[in-house]
Every structure is written in structure tokens, then in C-alpha cells.
Nanobody, 126 residues
Framework: QVQLVESGGGLVQAGGSLRLSCAAS????????LGWFRQAPGKEREFVAS????????YYADSVKGRLTISRDNAKNMVYLQMDSLRPEDTAVYYC???????????????????WGQGTQVTVSS
């Protein structure tokens, strides 16, 4: 079956960096648009970033532009989120997602994706 497994979360001070990874299995990886979403306590899940099947295009939420960078390695079935200049408001559970039909923009506005990971906690202290 399809599995998306996130790792790399943790506790970091404001201004610091983390790199999240998501390992995918059970799917033809390069057929899928990939994305990262997050959910803070008491809030709805929100879009963070997405990347096209061939890594040619990326799309970001305004709140993370210039600080977070999404990338993928189709040979390794991996997607990454490099997180720099972290802020306390970035604290959330981060989820990776895969969808076969959406593009990098529509996945941001309609998060009813095909597959979700289980999430990894990121906590940014002030």
C-alpha cells in the first residue's frame, strides 16, 4: 500500500533551520504532485508548498516565501522541505501529501489529496 513517512521535525529556536523529509513507497512517485501542509493547534490544516512532477515548478504560501524551500528526488522517492529563518508561528504538525491529478496550484486550494503522511511536529521557540 501507499505510504508517506515524514521525518526531521523537532524543537528549534527562532531564526534556526530544520529540514523535513518525506519518504514515499507503493506509488509511481514521478506521477504525483507533492506538497507540504501544516496544522497548528486549534487551527485548520493549511497549505505550505508544492512541487511539480519533474521539479520544474514550485508554489508557496505567502507566509513562507523566501524562508521555506520544497524539493524532490524522484530517484529516491523523497520530498524535502528546507525550513530557514523559522518563526514561532511556524510551529505546527507538518504533513506531506501526494496527488496524481492536481497541479501545484490546485493542490493548494483543494487539499483533498490522494495520500497523506502521518505528520511530524515542528516547534519553534521564541
Amino acid at each position: 500500500q501507499v505510504q508517506l513517512v515524514e521525518s526531521g521535525g523537532g524543537l528549534v529556536q527562532a531564526g534556526g533551520s530544520l529540514r523535513l523529509s518525506c519518504a514515499a513507497s507503493g506509488l509511481t512517485f514521478n506521477n504525483y504532485v507533492l506538497g507540504w501542509f501544516r496544522q497548528a493547534p486549534g487551527k485548520e490544516r493549511e497549505f505550505v508548498a508544492s512541487i511539480s512532477r519533474g521539479s520544474t515548478s514550485t508554489y508557496y504560501a505567502d507566509s513562507v516565501k523566501g524562508r521555506l524551500t520544497i524539493s524532490r528526488d524522484n530517484a529516491k522517492n523523497m520530498v524535502y522541505l528546507q525550513m530557514d529563518s523559522l518563526r514561532p508561528e511556524d510551529t505546527a504538525v507538518y504533513y506531506c501529501a501526494a496527488d496524481r491529478r492536481k497541479n501545484i496550484v490546485t493542490v493548494a486550494s483543494d487539499p483533498s489529496v490522494d495520500y497523506w503522511g502521518q505528520g511530524t511536529q515542528v516547534t519553534v521557540s521564541s
